[in-house]
């Protein structure tokens, strides 16, 4: 698909690109995304269940479980706390599993499962404060009003996910109430959603509902079956959660089979890490034996957040060449060339490569 096969949104710009009708998955146009950060309409959606339907008149967020005061908001009390603004780069942990070898079930994402937007909302650690969490909790579970039958069950169940009830992440997670200055919109969880700023898609809950403090780790299915690192497929003896990600990046401009021009070109592409920041992106035109340092062209680096690079490539003669990127971040860790196989094709980071095309000029 070219952008110019891309469906279009009414201002013009290239639209969402379905993966799945039911539940709605859709893949950001990511070679179109042009700003830092992501406009609403162009944000990738992802979801396990149908979209839930949200009478915000009879809403409320609950706090319980092991609470010393179990409480109910609404949905006005909770817009007049105090707010803060996150700027969080969020990568569904199945993005670019369409090119994981071999190949894995599941979405077959491409490189746009990713996407940068401005959070504004509540501190989780001031609800929390609130409650008052008892000593004898050890995790959060985050209940969303979406629900449904899962394949593999019966009976419908509600997304819920668990968080580790750490201090330092606690401090970290956003309540959200607006998603770029605007009320997050229903498709990415209005009225309330969590944000877990450096980790996977799967953590950040839409439409939240319930806030529950537990004794024991949470074993639901979102948790324990999916979203887990497994070599075999059925096999759980030996899963690892997926949980923040990893250093990353991708080449959004020239595109996979493209054929250019002679003359200079700018390879541009988009690079995130995390909970940390990048510090050098590399590009080979040679298939990886030689690298070439990028120019980070993003006006903020911040922790949470990805950066868009750029790398001038003059004069290429004729022929068939094999772009690479990779990216370094600041912790010292590097794209690999080949991520670690998993048989549910999460947190697939290896090296993006696209091959494209300088032809002859016949005379």
């Known amino acids: 698909m070219t952008n110019q096969d891309l469906p279009r949104t009414i201002n013009d710009k290239p639209g969402l690109i379905p993966l799945q009708v039911m539940p709605e998955n859709m893949e950001s146009p990511i070679s179109d995304v042009l700003t830092w950060i992501t406009p609403n309409e162009q944000f990738y959606a992802r979801n396990h269940l149908p979209y839930p339907t949200i009478q915000l008149e009879s809403w409320a967020l609950f706090l319980g479980g092991e609470v010393e005061r179990p409480l109910n908001f609404s949905y006005e009390q909770i817009k007049k706390m105090p707010q803060v603004d996150k700027f969080v780069t969020m990568e569904c942990s199945g993005n670019k599993r369409a090119l994981m070898e071999p190949p894995t079930p599941g979405e077959q994402w491409q490189t746009g499962a990713v996407g940068n937007a401005k959070w504004t909302g509540v501190p989780l650690a001031y609800i929390l404060d609130q409650a008052k969490v008892k000593e004898t909790a050890v995790e959060l579970v ?8 899962r394949p593999d069950m019966d009976n419908a169940v509600n997304y819920e996910r668990s968080l580790l009830l750490d201090k330092a992440l606690m401090s970290e997670c ?6 770029n200055d605007e009320p997050i919109p229903h498709k990415h969880g209005f009225p309330l959603r969590l944000i877990v700023p450096g980790w996977y898609g799967m953590a950040h809950v839409k439409w939240i509902s319930r806030i529950t403090a537990i004794p024991i780790p949470f074993k639901g299915p979102f948790q324990a079956i999916d979203y887990v690192y497994i070599t075999n497929e059925g096999n759980y003896n030996n899963a690892v959660p997926v949980t923040e990600m990893k250093v990353n990046s991708i080449i959004t401009w020239p595109s996979k089979g493209e054929k250019v021009h002679l003359g200079s070109h700018t390879v541009r592409g988009l690079a995130w890490a995390g909970k ?17 340092t990028a120019r980070l062209t993003s006006p903020e680096h911040k922790p949470y957040t990805w950066t868009f690079w ?21 912790n010292g860790n590097v794209q690999p060339k080949a991520a670690t196989w998993n048989a549910k094709g999460y947190g697939n980071n290896s090296i993006h490569q696209i091959t494209i095309t300088v032809p002859q000029i016949l005379h």
Do not use: C
Not at 142 to 149: R, Y
């Open 174 to 179: 956003l309540l959200a109430l607006k998603m």
């Open 142 to 149: 985050f209940t969303g009003a979406d629900s449904g039958i």
């Open 276 to 292: 940390t920041t990048i510090s050098k992106v590399e590009i080979s035109i040679d298939n990886g034996m030689t690298w070439n």
């Open 310 to 330: 750029e790398y001038q490539w003059d004069n290429p003669v004729p022929g068939q060449y094999f772009l690479q990127a990779r990216a370094h971040d600041n």
